[in-house]
């Protein structure tokens, strides 16, 4: 079994992935951008959004670095735009934007998409995280497959928080969850600042 699946690497990208991706914390910040959805749109979006983050962390895993060379773009540049995006999200949170009817299933701007899907869930940190797993593995079969079932198994943790945030809304109720959408719009906005300082750093750094 081991010749076909590394177990340390397997472990590694497991728990690194799911440290950045951060199921649990993905539950509030879900809450706030569906909040005005019903059961039924806040499934869909949950699993549109696992869809397009894996989809986004596989495309970079097995793309990323050609991409990036050939648009000569760099990993801090991908990081600072990724930040000011989340950045942006947050205010919307912490200004009580997103609990407005433009979130809704019926909007024509899909949140599940953008910025669930990506750069929330997705985020420069997890492709990052990724494209160097990528380059460090020997590209033997049993590394792209530690790789692939690591993927796979956060996407999967993502998808149950997502799935169970509704018993959550229900036991937080309306003013719960404004309290909780605020607390993660704060989150959030750190977070973002944290990547654009970290971007800002490697600039100076490379320069």
């Not at 999200?89 to 609990?99: F, I």
């Not at 940190?125 to 993927?151: E, H, N, P, R």
């Not at 973002?192 to 750093?201: F, M, N, P």
């Amino acid at each position: 079994m081991s010749a076909v699946l590394d177990w340390r690497l397997l472990s590694e990208v497991f728990i690194t992935l799911f440290v950045i991706m951060d199921p649990p914390g993905t539950v509030p910040i879900f809450l706030g951008l569906t909040g005005t959805m019903t059961r039924q749109q806040r499934n869909r979006a949950a699993r549109q959004a696992i869809f397009v983050a894996f989809g986004v962390v596989l495309a970079f895993a097995v793309f990323g670095q050609s991409l990036l060379s050939y648009m000569h773009i760099s990993l801090p540049a991908l990081q600072a735009s990724g930040g000011l995006l989340l950045l942006l999200v947050a205010m919307e949170l912490l200004t009580g934007k997103s609990e407005e009817p433009q979130p809704s299933g019926n909007s024509k701007v899909n949140v599940a998409l953008v910025p669930l899907g990506t750069p929330l869930l997705a985020g420069p940190g997890a492709i990052v995280a990724v494209m160097v797993f990528v380059q460090q593995s020997d590209g033997t079969l049993a590394d792209w497959v530690a790789i692939a079932v690591g993927i796979v198994l956060v996407h999967v943790c993502l998808w149950l928080a997502m799935r169970f945030a509704g018993v959550i809304h229900r036991l937080l109720g309306d003013s719960g969850t404004t309290l909780v959408t605020r607390i993660a719009g704060l989150l959030l906005a750190a977070i973002a600042v944290q990547l654009v300082a970290d971007a800002v750093t490697a600039f100076v750094k490379a320069a």
